[in-house]
């Protein structure tokens, strides 16, 4: 099969810059954390003040987008405990994923990050333990200037709502399934 290049490029009608934006990454496959923590580093780049509050991979995680976000300025908060899978108190994990909203939502209505990165902030919506309403609201109300990111699998059609890009991440293939587990310098 072969295709023509485009020799023209037609932009979609009433197009109009915006003060943020609201991206979701979702879906089965990987890349999800990958691909907002490539929008982190293109707005460091941009000299934007950028925050991420991870709300699963705890801080014994140590994934290598921290080690060099702290380096960049950007204020990190890993305040998950973990996989759930891994966990000897869900009670507790519920609790902590309370508490990364609180200051998630802090963050937000603060205003002083143009970026604020909600890394796998879907599954504890998901599972009940913070309110999606609630969620959707701050990020619908918050500062102009304030740009977020929201991951993970099964975003809630409310999410998917308010967001400006939704983008599915789809698994062809993953190397999990054939028994490699994740790689330090490729998965985290």
Same mark, same amino acid.
């Not at 705890?58 to 899978?85: A, H, P, Q, Y």
């Given at each position: 099969?072969?295709? /023509?290049?485009?020799?023209?490029?037609?932009?979609?009608?009433?197009?109009?810059?915006?003060?943020?934006?609201?991206?979701?990454?979702?879906?089965?496959?990987?890349?999800?954390?990958?691909?907002?923590?490539?929008?982190?580093?293109?707005?460091?780049?941009?000299?934007?003040?950028?925050?991420?509050?991870?709300?699963?991979?705890?801080?014994?995680?140590?994934?290598?987008?921290?080690? =060099?976000? $702290?380096?960049?300025?950007?204020?990190?908060?890993?305040?998950?405990?973990?996989?759930?899978?891994?966990?000897?108190?869900?009670?507790?994990? /519920?609790?902590?994923?309370?508490?990364?909203?609180?200051?998630?939502?802090?963050?937000?209505?603060?205003?002083?990050?143009?970026?604020?990165?909600?890394?796998?902030?879907?599954?504890?919506?998901?599972?009940?333990?913070?309110?999606?309403?609630?969620?959707?609201?701050?990020?619908?109300?918050?500062?102009?200037?304030?740009?977020?990111? %929201?991951?993970?699998?099964?975003?809630?059609?409310?999410?998917?709502?308010?967001?400006?890009?939704?983008?599915?991440?789809? $698994?062809?293939?993953?190397?999990?399934?054939?028994? =490699?587990? %994740? $790689? $330090?310098? =490729?998965?985290?």
């Amino acid at each position: 099969m072969t295709s /023509e290049p485009p020799t023209e490029h037609e932009l979609p009608p009433q197009t109009r810059p915006a003060k943020s934006i609201v991206l979701v990454h979702t879906g089965d496959g990987k890349g999800k954390s990958t691909a907002a923590f490539g929008v982190m580093i293109r707005s460091i780049a941009r000299g934007w003040q950028v925050a991420v509050v991870q709300f699963l991979k705890s801080g014994t995680w140590r994934v290598g987008e921290e080690e =060099i976000g $702290k380096r960049l300025g950007v204020d990190w908060w890993s305040i998950g405990e973990g996989f759930t899978w891994d966990s000897d108190d869900l009670t507790r994990d /519920e609790a902590m994923a309370r508490e990364a909203w609180k200051h998630a939502r802090s963050v937000i209505e603060a205003g002083t990050h143009r970026l604020v990165v909600l890394d796998e902030i879907t599954y504890p919506m998901n599972w009940g333990w913070i309110d999606t309403d609630e969620v959707v609201s701050t990020i619908r109300e918050r500062p102009e200037s304030v740009s977020i990111v %929201a991951t993970g699998r099964d975003a809630p059609a409310a999410l998917v709502d308010v967001a400006d890009t939704v983008t599915e991440m789809r $698994k062809v293939k993953h190397a999990y399934d054939v028994g =490699i587990v %994740a $790689k $330090k310098g =490729i998965d985290y």
